[in-house]
């Protein structure tokens, strides 16, 4: 990355550290760059700080360099923060997790940092082969031409000589607009500082500085810097094949997402067919979340391909499906919350919807969640939810609904009632508008429904996993909070003891319901030895037809967090 000769101001304060640190947290505009001569910075996304003990980040995107930062390879992060520019002394790795196909990582905590207030000085330069269209335009004049350079506040233009006039005729800030090869558009405007002509190639070179720019916008910007880094660096190398590609520089129909992620799970681990099947809808969501942690819009085209997936599986078999939504416990939370939630709403209430509204009903159950990647992690692990905690964890929703510009076949009205209204309360005390009652629709209502039943059934930093039992009573319990009528429904619906439920019999062994007849009844289990969510070298042998009179008669339910 380009950069004049400023020199870097070091803070020794933790209270200065702790809130640079939270800042760098809360934009997810993070690099890390080894310690060496020839590295170039690579993006990651720094999830959490421990003050004085660790760093927690999330290394996914960079797994290729696992192997040497758990060797000891030195490393620094750096990141826009506060305006400023701020970078760590070097680090170490002291811990690496893998989890549901992520690395999670901690490192020891910096003692200071380096903070340079002059972020213009960086400067990303694109090589040879990386093509960013742009364009410029002025009402409905318009020229196009190539993106050569970015910094965080402004950018060179190759334009073609007949942009001169639009450039001497118009005095106010112009647009600017890129589109990155995997789709990526953004918008910004303006003002050219300066322009040379090369002559033989009849075009200009126009300098812009941005203006006007919001938060958002600085913060995309950043991202896109740090993109064109990190892919920069792989035409450095003569060995291109050990640095992924940025998602930025991949084309739609070599995008890899979900594929490279499904390619670091055990697909043979989870417990049934209908649950491999359902593996790659997982790893669509698990990638979509580090896309945008890392300031990406959600992939419309990827989530219309996904949403159709699970219409085409529930139409092949709904109760395997619903039973598979109990097989993803190696996958993080939010993703399996998502997938259940999309199911169960799907078989709740759109048996009778033309196929695009059930599938914009799936769409936004399958994402109605991923915004809590875009609010501070450690919220989620707080033993005790405040008030506080409650009111930053609340802002997920716009912070989603702000990264739909690419979903532009969803229903707006779905949009609004799943993703919009599934934590809205029948008394006004949800969120994000407060709204209850009858500016609920009705989709909302049962939305909410279904959405405190899964939440419920998965373990919570605050409490343990409930029964199906205790999850209708505390919804009975209240009536002021969530409809009546849609509480009724939906235990009549999916039944006391439902699919996906660990029953426990009278002959004192337990299972999985995997089907149950027209009254609640189970018609074939999966046993179970022990008391853990389903994977296949923990369940025993499928019963069929004849549940009753080989286990007995059902006692209960085991709550298990899947």
Known sequence: MAAQQDEFETVASTTVIESLLNALIETGGVSLCLATADARPEPIVLMEQHRDQTLVMDLSSVDYLLHHLQGGAAFYLRGQAQGKVVQTPLLHLTETRHAGGRFLCCSDYPATLDVLQRRESFRAELRMGMVVAASLGSGDAEVAGELKDLSQDGCQLELPLAASGLLAEDANSLKLAFTFPDGTYFEVLGDARHQKTDAERHLLRVGFNFVECSAEQERQIWYFVCEIEREAARYNKEQ??????????????????????LGRRDVKRYATPMARRLVKVAAYLDAQLLSLQQGSDIDGRQLSRYADRILDLHDEDREALLFASRCLFPEPLVVRHGIAV???????VGASMPRELRKAIVASGLIHDLGKALVPQVLFKAPHFEASHRKVVSEHVQLLLDRLHGCQWLSVAIVQAVIGGINERMDGSGYPEGVGGTELSELAKASAVVDVVEAMRRDRADRPAKTVQQIYRHLLQHPHQFDMRWIKRYIEHFKGLPVGSLARFSSQQQGWILRLDAKGNPTEVLLAPQAEPPMRDNVGAIVKDDVTERLGRTVGEIAVST
Request: no cysteine.
């Open 342 to 348: 999309a199911i169960h709403l799907l078989d709740f």
């Open 240 to 261: 291109q094949d050990e640095r992924q590609p940025s998602p930025l520089f991949v084309l739609p129909n070599k995008r890899s997402g979900a594929d490279e992620l």
